[in-house]
Structures are given as C-alpha cells and as structure tokens.
C-alpha cells in the first residue's frame, strides 16, 4: 500500500518535472496549498482519487498513466474480463480496480471498490461532475455532506460529488460499482 502511494507520487513528481510545471502553480490549479501538495509528491499523503485526476488533467495525461504507468489503447471499446482490471489500494481497506483503465478519453470511470469493516471511515473528498454507486455486495454506508446512507446490495445513489463525501462498510468486506464522470 505504502510502496503503491510512492510510486503514484514519483509519477507525478517526474512527470510534473519533465512538464517544467512549478509545484506551486499546479498546488494552485488543483486547489490545494503548497504544503498539502509537496506532502502528495512526497508520499507522506495518499493523492485523493479527485486531486489525481485533477493533477492528470493539468499534466494532459489519463489517469491511468499515473495509476499504472500504461497509457490506454483502446479507442473504440476495451473489455476488462472478472478480476483482471487495474487494482490500486488507496490505503488499508480500500481498493478500487479500473474496469475502464485502457480505454482512451474516457469520459467515466467505473470502477469496483472493495471495502473491509477494520478501515476506518475515510476523509470526505470532493471532486468535479457527477457519480453513481451501487453495492454489489455487503452493507455500504455513503456520507455525503452531514447525511449517511446505508445501502445494500442492490440499492444505488447518484449524487453531486461537489458535496463532501465518502463511503465506508460496517462489519463485513463490501463492494460497490461507482460511476464518476468528470
């Protein structure tokens, strides 16, 4: 996990470099201090997934280059078989896996977040445009502003991303499909 948040970091940091793009205006672009940002190239803070594609969007590359390292291929379609997307563990407790990672200007992303009960509840993010969960498994509770939700398998949310939110399991591993365009 921690190894993982390096690496996200290094990409950006070189990337940035090789770009000549100042820390501080792209702290700036993405809306956050300068401090909060050389503590993301430095790995001593996980990327929020909405600050990394703000960061991706300002160094002009996809996500996934910085995820993975791989550009995507695919320009009229991309299949993602059971098990074989793009995983990352954001921190303990909570990984997604990209099931669109190779598919070019994406305009979403889906993705399958795996969530086990010991994670504490995570930071609330916001990011641009709009998302859409839906539990597959399990229990998830999704905060947005000072609102819980509880949903189970088979209920869905659609929401404004702008408003704080996250989500959390209560006391079993869970999973959902989230849907974020931007």
């Known amino acids: 996990?921690?190894?993982?948040?390096?690496?996200?970091?290094?990409?950006?940091r070189e990337l940035r470099d090789i770009l000549e793009i100042e820390d501080t205006?792209?702290?700036?672009?993405?809306?956050?201090?300068?401090?909060?940002?050389?503590?993301?190239?430095?790995?001593?803070?996980?990327?929020?997934?909405?600050k990394l594609y703000l960061i991706a969007a300002e160094l002009g590359v996809d996500p996934t280059v910085l995820l993975s390292g791989q550009s995507p291929r695919m320009e009229d379609y991309t299949i993602v078989r059971g098990g074989k997307g793009v995983s990352v563990e954001r921190y303990a407790g909570y990984r997604f896996t990209s099931l669109a990672?190779?598919?070019?200007?994406?305009?979403?992303?889906?993705?399958?977040?795996?969530?086990?009960?010991?994670?504490?509840?995570?930071?609330?993010?916001?990011?641009?445009?709009?998302?859409?969960?839906?539990?597959?498994?399990?229990?998830?509770?999704?905060?947005?502003?000072?609102?819980?939700h509880v949903l189970y398998a088979g209920d869905s949310i659609y929401f404004n991303p702008a408003i704080p939110h996250g989500q959390h399991c209560t006391d079993e591993p869970s999973e959902f499909l989230t849907v974020i365009n931007e």
Do not use: W
Not at 2 to 12: G, L, S, T, W
Not at 25 to 50: C, F, H, Q, T, W
């Open 101 to 148: 990672y190779n598919f070019k200007n994406r305009d979403m992303e889906p993705m399958i977040v795996s969530l086990l009960p010991t994670d504490e509840k995570p930071e609330l993010v916001t990011h641009a445009g709009q998302e859409f969960n839906y539990v597959l498994k399990g229990c998830v509770v999704v905060t947005i502003g000072k609102r819980e």
């Open 25 to 50: 205006a792209l702290a700036k672009k993405i809306g956050v201090s300068l401090e909060e940002y050389r503590a993301y190239e430095n790995a001593e803070d996980d990327i929020p997934v909405g």
């Open 1 to 12: 996990m921690i190894d993982q948040i390096k690496v996200i970091a290094d990409r950006v």
